[in-house]
């Protein structure tokens, strides 16, 4: 296992998932079905694991048929790019208009469903694709990346609306977006 990209995928997940829609989707889902906080947590952990292990394959696989070159200024503009995109904060429409029971196997299937799609296209996915191309264990960064979704989410969930009012999200998403885009300089000119 490599260590320096299971740290530094938890760590930048992490960051850039604080106040993203997943998040958000946490905390919704959490105040809808406050009873089902663990059904909650498992279905983000099997949506996250499932989704960032075909981003960070996609992103292995990519470098398979890019040069080097091609691949260093690809993975560093994308670095910038996504640090750039974590100064845009998301929002989430709260109407979600389900009917589902307050249940565990139908709040599980929910959430699964629900993280899995908003996990598309999402800034965390597609730096687990680019840190799949960036390093060469995919299993580390599927890991990284899975962990730092939980630490996010998981307190989202079992705190609620109370854990983003006691963090400055500003101040979060600024530091992601600075280690995003230090990683993407440091991949463009010293890699």
């Not at 996915?125 to 996010?152: E, H, N, P």
């Not at 079992?158 to 991949?187: D, E, N, Y």
């Amino acid at each position: 296992m490599d260590l320096s990209a299971l740290a530094l995928s938890t760590g930048v997940v992490a960051l850039a998932e604080m106040g993203d829609k997943t998040q958000l989707l946490s905390l919704m889902l959490a105040s809808r079905y406050p009873k089902q906080a663990l059904t909650i947590i498992g279905g983000i952990f099997i949506a996250t694991i499932a989704n960032h292990a075909c981003a960070a394959f996609l992103g292995h696989w990519l470098t398979t048929f890019m040069s080097p070159d091609l691949l260093r200024w690809t993975l560093g503009l994308s670095f910038v790019g996504i640090g750039l995109w974590l100064l845009v904060p998301d929002h989430i429409d709260n109407s979600v208009g389900s009917k589902v029971a307050d249940q565990a196997l139908p709040v599980l299937i929910l959430t699964v469903g629900l993280f899995f799609l908003a996990e598309m296209g999402d800034k965390t996915q597609i730096a687990t694709i680019a840190l799949g191309a960036r390093y060469v264990d995919v299993f580390s960064v599927t890991v990284g990346t899975t962990l730092g979704m939980m630490m996010a989410n998981a307190p989202a969930v079992w705190i609620g609306q109370k854990f983003t009012t006691r963090l400055p999200i500003q101040w979060v998403h600024a530091l992601a977006a600075i280690s995003f885009i230090t990683i993407g300089a440091v991949t463009i000119f010293w890699a």
